[in-house]
């Protein structure tokens, strides 16, 4: 199948859902759907973005311009992972807990606007190695993945977001802000805002990709090694402020970011 044909698969698949509300992380998998959704399906589609403390701030914001400019219809709603201790525990399947109780809340909003189904936006290249959040996803019969049904991959993604003009195209990937936290750590609101608030300042400073892995009173930081001139013009900046967050050590991690770091 060539990629035309799975473009022309991903707009069948989403036009036969007849409604659905899109939930809309802010990332360009999610953005590429909300797009498509709303040129095949119209006023009988809405955008829906979690409010989470596991979730970036700038991803947020992210989602709402996007919806603004595209004029998207586009709801935020919120989670009720928090208060699931098997979530807050941290366990390796962490991801499950918390796309059930995102499945579970943006269902019910998706009931209660009329629309029927949940468009989810895990594409091809997601299906290998260990997604307990997808098998959350498989247990809803309204939850549906329109990119993985038209075999779209990652790449594809992100040329079908170019062609659509759309401002994520070259978004770096994201992901939870729980993710930077050691398996078996418990998972706080308050840890999680200071991560945030972490990598904010260094985006701000200058840097596309980063993590701020947290490992007791220590921060690893991680950004690509072409990025290390910022962090160290910025050294003194990014050491108070962290430090001020309830840091003792701020590091630089020399292996550079990669996905899957979390500190340990």
């Known amino acids: 199948m060539t990629y035309e044909d799975r473009i022309i698969s991903l707009r069948r698949r989403l036009r036969d859902l007849e409604s659905a509300v899109v939930a809309f992380s802010g990332g360009v998998d999610?953005?590429?759907?909300?797009?498509?959704?709303?040129?095949?399906?119209?006023d009988n589609m809405c955008a829906a973005t979690a409010i989470s403390p596991s979730i970036p701030s700038r991803d947020r914001r992210s989602a709402e311009s996007l919806c603004r400019d595209l004029k998207i219809p586009h709801?935020?709603?919120?989670?009720?992972?928090?208060?699931?201790?098997?979530?807050?525990?941290n366990p390796d399947d962490r991801c499950y807990?918390?796309?059930?109780?995102?499945?579970?809340?943006?269902?019910?909003?998706?009931?209660e606007k009329g629309f029927r189904h949940v468009v989810e936006g895990t594409n091809a290249s997601d299906l290998s190695g260990h997604r307990p959040g997808h098998r959350a996803s498989k247990q809803r019969e309204n939850v549906v993945t329109p990119l993985?049904?038209?075999?779209?991959?990652?790449?594809?993604?992100r040329r079908l977001a170019r062609e659509l003009g759309l401002s994520v195209s070259e978004k770096p990937s994201s992901a939870c802000l729980s993710s930077r936290i050691p398996s078996?750590?418990?998972?706080?609101?308050?840890?999680?805002?200071?991560?945030?608030?972490?990598?904010?300042?260094?985006?701000?400073l200058g840097v596309t990709q980063v993590r701020v892995r947290h490992n007791g009173d220590t921060a690893r930081i991680e950004?690509?090694?072409?990025?290390?001139?910022?962090?160290?013009?910025?050294?003194?900046?990014?050491?108070?402020k962290l430090q001020k967050?309830?840091?003792?050590?701020?590091?630089?991690?020399?292996?550079?970011?990669?996905?899957?770091?979390?500190?340990?």
Do not use: Q, W
Request: with cysteine; proline share 3%.
């Open 223 to 240: 950004v690509m090694p072409a990025e290390f001139p910022i962090v160290l013009a910025n050294r003194e900046k990014i050491e108070n």
């Open 148 to 157: 993985v049904d038209a075999g779209m991959t990652k790449g594809d993604v």
């Open 75 to 89: 709801i935020f709603f919120e989670t009720s992972e928090f208060d699931d201790p098997r979530y807050t525990s």
């Open 97 to 111: 807990y918390c796309k059930h109780a995102l499945y579970e809340g943006v269902s019910k909003l998706a009931s």
């Open 184 to 204: 078996g750590v418990k998972l706080t609101k308050e840890l999680l805002g200071k991560i945030d608030a972490a990598e904010e300042l260094l985006r701000l």
């Open 30 to 42: 999610s953005a590429v759907l909300a797009a498509v959704a709303h040129e095949e399906l119209g």
């Open 245 to 264: 967050l309830g840091y003792r050590f701020v590091t630089l991690d020399l292996s550079g970011y990669r996905t899957g770091g979390t500190a340990g």
